[in-house]
């Protein structure tokens, strides 16, 4: 992917001839930027004040956007503004294997930018298709980051609706205390060396029309890059009619 020999060049820019000798000093073969060059390829442009309302509109290109700019042009902010909507940008007077490592790295962000973008769509994709309800909850900022649209089938509210919601309002006050004091029993575990494991249990959550639903969730603690709790991600799944059914079937056994 990052074995990069061609690289495009706009031919629009205040100064492509200097940026094609530039990006061939860099070892790169520079070629005309048009409506059929390769997705996935750097794109390099070069900016000043002139064109530099013309260099954010550029900045959904297919591939990396690297900008060329002077030193002069550096002491203006509407420059730097401009260079910063480029995944990288380089000074003419840069030397070049500094050129040749900024195209490398611009390549590099690029890439690991377009595979979070894919891997969020796919997590949107299965949120928004399964069953079950996936949400987040911020344990510093006590309140829930993300829920998936699947809770209109579950509980009757918008997706708006329950992200509003305390964590007091998402459950009976029953279940709430249930679900505050297990997780505080996991954090004293964990920070007193255990391991987080995933808890599963059943709780009532109050339906939008008024009824109650019985739900089991399993949650999961997630941590921060310094190993501290962060988040709770949750998986919801209606067990209503299951609950029903096993409160009958032990009836029937009862009467036995």
Not at 57 to 83: C, F, H, M, N
Not at 87 to 96: G, L, Q, R
Not at 139 to 147: H, K, L
Not at 184 to 197: D, H, S
Request: net charge negative.
């Amino acid at each position: 992917m990052f074995n990069i020999t061609r690289i495009a060049v706009d031919y629009t820019g205040p100064f492509p001839e200097l940026c094609s000798t530039l990006m061939e000093a860099a070892g790169f073969t520079p070629f005309p930027a048009d409506e059929h060059w390769p997705a996935g390829l750097p794109l390099v442009s070069s900016l000043d004040r002139s064109s530099a309302a013309k260099f954010r509109l550029s900045a959904g290109t297919p591939g990396p956007l690297v900008a060329v700019i002077t030193v002069k042009d550096l002491e203006y902010r509407d420059v730097i503004e401009a260079a910063g909507s480029a995944h990288a940008y380089c000074i003419v007077e840069d030397e070049p294997p500094v050129l040749r490592a900024t195209i490398l790295a611009a390549s590099k962000r690029w890439d690991l930018e377009k595979r979070l973008h894919e891997s969020e769509s796919r997590f949107r994709f299965i949120a928004e298709n399964v069953g079950d309800v996936i949400w987040t909850w911020n344990i510093e900022a006590n309140r829930f980051d993300y829920i998936s649209p699947t809770i209109t089938r579950l509980r009757g509210f918008s997706v708006e609706e329950a992200l509003a919601e305390k964590l007091e309002d998402s459950l009976t006050p029953a279940s709430a205390a249930k679900a505050r004091g297990q997780m505080a029993q996991l954090m004293e575990k964990y920070m007193a060396g255990g391991k987080l494991v995933p808890l599963t249990d059943l709780y009532e959550q109050r339906h939008k029309d008024g009824s109650l639903r019985s739900v089991e969730i399993t949650t999961t603690v997630l941590l921060d890059a310094q190993g501290q709790p962060e988040a709770v991600l949750g998986v919801s799944r209606d067990a209503t009619d299951r609950v029903v059914a096993d409160k009958a079937l032990k009836a029937a056994l009862q009467e036995r």
